[in-house]
């Protein structure tokens, strides 16, 4: 039996652990559960503090044949100079409804952004796509770059954000991560001629042109907390092949999404599959010849399928 206190983790104590996470095995493993209805996904919900002191965002989540629920806590605590912001998951068990691990999530949520990533682009991009660009080039990029860099044999790499060619300390980081990647002028100059395009930043506004993107191309956007983020301009998802994390509650939070629907006619509908339904091969994979769009919101799921890693290394049951 288990004791009714659970194990609590520090970020020092979650960092020292990332290395040895099966986190890809989690997440493809709570989105084919999650495509047979056996894990449950409400909407994020955001409270508001009184007197203006901040909010904090909830992910929850609910894995049936896992056995565990939980939620993710990220608070934006206002003060006199920059805000604090924290993030702390809580991991319980079905059967018996005790707690099993709160963790501090900071680190945790960027692995499972990338990871989630990761898992669109092994089922999306074409198994010869050998040409890889970046935009981004910080914590969150460079863990997108570690978990598909073994994905397929990319023989060119190509990465860019602004002030990149000048920051000597960030291109040797990048250069111990990929020895032969190489730092581009523009997003654009990146993009050319690439099989996949992953966006990773924290802009609020488009970061791409539409004429950057090939025929063939598959781009990924991840979320920020800027009010209707998008990273990719909105226009674009009327000429493009639509897929998202999950299509029950990824329109409603995508910026990207939302102005499209407001200002161009793009519908919800015309999303394709999301991840829940093409690890179950209930969704086509993206036809030659029209670039492809994969949007994560990040999920309460992902948080919940995260700390399950960190428990199972733990347990040593990895």
Not at 65 to 88: C, D, H, M, N, R
Not at 119 to 129: I, R, T
């Amino acid at each position: 039996m288990r004791k009714n206190t659970p194990t609590i983790l520090n970020a020092d104590q979650v960092a020292g652990l990332i290395g040895k996470l099966d986190l890809a095995a989690e997440l493809r493993g709570m989105f084919v559960e999650l495509g047979q209805k056996q894990a449950m996904q409400p909407a994020q919900t955001v409270t508001l503090f009184p007197e203006d002191r901040g909010d904090f965002i909830t992910y929850l989540g609910a894995q049936g044949q896992s056995g565990v629920f939980g939620a993710k806590l990220s608070p934006y605590l206002v003060t006199e100079g920059k805000p604090i912001i924290t993030a702390w998951t809580l991991l319980l068990s079905m059967e018996t409804g005790e707690p099993l691990l709160l963790c501090d999530s900071g680190q945790l949520t960027t692995e499972r952004t990338a990871g989630t990533t990761a898992l669109a682009v092994d089922l999306l991009a074409s198994p010869k796509a050998a040409s890889l660009a970046i935009i981004g080039s910080g914590s969150v990029a460079q863990a997108h770059y570690r978990h598909v860099m073994d994905l397929r044999e990319w023989d060119a790499v190509k990465i860019y954000s602004p002030g990149l060619g000048s920051d000597t300390a960030r291109q040797d980081q990048w250069r111990d991560l990929c020895k032969d990647a190489v730092f581009a002028d523009s997003a654009e100059a990146a993009a050319t001629n690439a099989d996949v395009v992953m966006l990773c930043t924290s802009s609020g506004r488009p970061v791409i042109a539409n004429s950057a993107i090939g025929p063939n191309t598959l781009v990924t956007s991840i979320s920020t907390n800027v009010a209707q983020a998008h990273e990719v301009n909105p226009d674009w998802l009327s000429t493009t092949q639509v897929y998202c994390d999950y299509r029950a509650t990824t329109p409603n939070v995508a910026g990207e999404m939302i102005l499209a629907a407001q200002d161009f006619g793009w519908k919800p509908d015309e999303i394709r599959g999301d991840l829940a339904e093409l690890t179950n091969d209930l969704a086509p994979k993206p036809e030659a010849g029209k670039p492809s769009f994969f949007r994560s919101v990040g999920l309460g799921l992902e948080d919940i399928a995260a700390a399950q890693a960190v428990l199972r290394c733990l347990e040593g049951t990895t």
